[in-house]
């Protein structure tokens, strides 16, 4: 029993239907990453010995339009990109806006202080410092000679 019948140019109907759904979604979504290319915002986690660094790309964001949340071992960033070019020349006028909303959700490697959260956004790059919390800072043992 065939459960997918080919079209004449020998591909299934589902196949073709797939990538058209993918064109479309390509189409639509324009510059924004999709999960094809990766997510969104791409992130740099870095495990120091008292911190731990965040660096986010929020290009064409405002410092105003992201949020930052700590919630247990969980950082939320989100916020909303509003982006728009204009040209305007002898007999030519160009117009294009860029809108959206996005959400990255980490799982943080070790305790922090959430209420120690320092978080700046400069040049497209949103750096977050997360302050270790004190029990979850390494601690040098030092080993005595019997």
Known sequence: M???RTNKRGGSDLARLHS?????FKTFF?????YEHGLWPAVDVADDDDAIIVKAEVP???????DISVHGST???SGEKKQEEEKKEK???????SYGSFRRDLNLPSDVEPANVEAVYKNGVLTITLPKAERAKSVKVEVKEQ
Request: charged share 25%; proline share 3%; aromatic share 10%.
């Open 2 to 4: 065939a459960l997918m």
């Open 20 to 24: 058209e759904m993918d064109d479309l």
């Open 60 to 66: 064409g964001c405002k410092a105003d339009d992201i």
């Open 75 to 77: 950082l939320t960033i």
């Open 91 to 97: 007999g030519y006028y160009h117009l294009e806006r």
């Open 30 to 34: 324009g510059g924004w990453p999709t």
